[in-house]
């Protein structure tokens, strides 16, 4: 059974800047995400009115788009909206068991 490929790319000289960057843009995404995932359970974990609520889970990153930030508008959406799945996956994976 054939479960996937494997790849190798050669990027040239020019494309090579842009893949990094692109990479850069989407590992803060996703740390951006899990920070923002441990405020809620620490938040929920300290006050007693929130036990039991669900913690909002979403795939949404324009938020972390800021005038700091604003490299972030030069990356395509998919890339960045990558970075946000990845982050969830695992997140609800973990605790829903």
């Given at each position: 059974?054939?479960?996937?490929?494997?790849?190798r790319?050669y990027?040239?000289?020019e494309?090579?800047?842009i893949?990094?960057?692109?990479?850069?843009?989407q590992r803060?995404i996703?740390?951006?995400?899990v920070q923002e995932?441990?405020y809620?359970?620490r938040f929920?974990r300290?006050?007693?009115?929130?036990v039991?609520?669900?913690?909002?889970?979403?795939?949404?990153?324009s938020r972390f788009?800021t005038a700091?930030?604003?490299?972030?508008?030069?990356v395509?959406?998919?890339?960045?909206?990558?970075?946000?799945?990845?982050?969830d996956?695992?997140?609800?994976?973990?605790?829903?068991?």
């Amino acid at each position: 059974m054939l479960n996937g490929y494997k790849f190798r790319l050669y990027p040239s000289p020019e494309q090579e800047p842009i893949l990094l960057q692109w990479i850069g843009c989407q590992r803060l995404i996703y740390n951006a995400k899990v920070q923002e995932d441990r405020y809620f359970r620490r938040f929920q974990r300290r006050m007693v009115g929130t036990v039991g609520e669900d913690i909002p889970v979403d795939q949404q990153y324009s938020r972390f788009i800021t005038a700091k930030t604003a490299f972030l508008r030069q990356v395509p959406s998919p890339v960045l909206r990558n970075g946000a799945v990845r982050c969830d996956k695992p997140i609800n994976g973990f605790f829903r068991n």
